[in-house]
Structures are given as C-alpha cells and as structure tokens.
C-alpha cells in the first residue's frame, strides 16, 4: 500500500489589531463609567449614555493605537499610550466627585508610568520581529 505524502499544517496567523480586545476593555470601561456616574443611585439616561459613549471611544482609540501606532516613533507612541491611559483614569475618576486638581493629578501620574513602562518595553522589544528564530 503507497504512503500518503505527508501535508504541512497550515498555520493560522493570528492578528492582534482586531477589534476583541479593545471592544471587551471599552465595555469594561464603559461599565466602570455608568456605576462611577450613578453614585449609588438607580440608573438614569444620562448615565447609561456616559458608559456607552465612554466606552466607544476607548474601544476606537484603543484600537487606532494598536492598528497604527507601529508607525511612531518609540516615545511619540509611548507618549500616545500614555496621555491615553491618563485621560481614561483621570476621566473616570472626576465621575466620582473628586476635585479637578486631584482627578487631573491622577491622570498625570497615570500618564507618566505608563509612558515610561511603554518606552521602556518598546525600547527593550526594538526589532525583535524582524530577527529570525534560532534553533
């Protein structure tokens, strides 16, 4: 009996630009967003639209950066994940009361660790896509 000529397996390449990741933590977000607005309180529209709108926006910029942002440079992206992640934080946090000075504190700080943790991985993971694996 012949042998059947063994075939390849295909690999499936993975994309890590979709849309699941970014949706999954926009609506965490957008979750975050409604019960912060609500203070306790039954739900109203107004909330409700807070989340939603909330978490759109995180979703598409979330979503933006990770599509495009291989573009920048290494502290400009940095830079684009930072001030991201300082706005949602310090937005999120002005719904529950705070004053601007500490909300706006909040999102600075938030801002400048993760621009440097960033830079950092950016810098430490430099063209490591273009090198060949080693057996």
């Not at 390449?13 to 309180?41: K, Q």
């Not at 600075?108 to 080693?134: M, N, Q």
Request: charged share 10%; hydrophobic share 50%; aromatic share 10%.
């Amino acid at each position: 009996m012949a042998a059947h000529a063994a075939v390849p397996a295909r690999r499936r390449h993975m994309s890590t630009h979709g849309w699941a990741g970014p949706v999954t933590i926009g609506v965490l977000y957008g979750f975050y967003a409604e019960t912060n607005a609500r203070h306790g309180g039954p739900l109203a529209l107004s909330q409700l639209w807070i989340g939603l709108v909330s978490a759109v926006v995180l979703a598409v910029a979330i979503h933006a950066l990770r599509r495009y942002g291989h573009t920048l440079p290494r502290l400009p992206r940095a830079a684009a994940w930072g001030a991201l992640v300082g706005v949602a934080v310090g937005y999120a946090y002005s719904l529950t009361n705070a004053t601007v000075f500490s909300s706006s504190g909040l999102g600075l700080v938030s801002a400048l660790v993760t621009t440097v943790a960033a830079h950092y991985f950016f810098y430490t993971h430099e063209g490591t896509a273009a090198r060949p694996a080693t057996r």
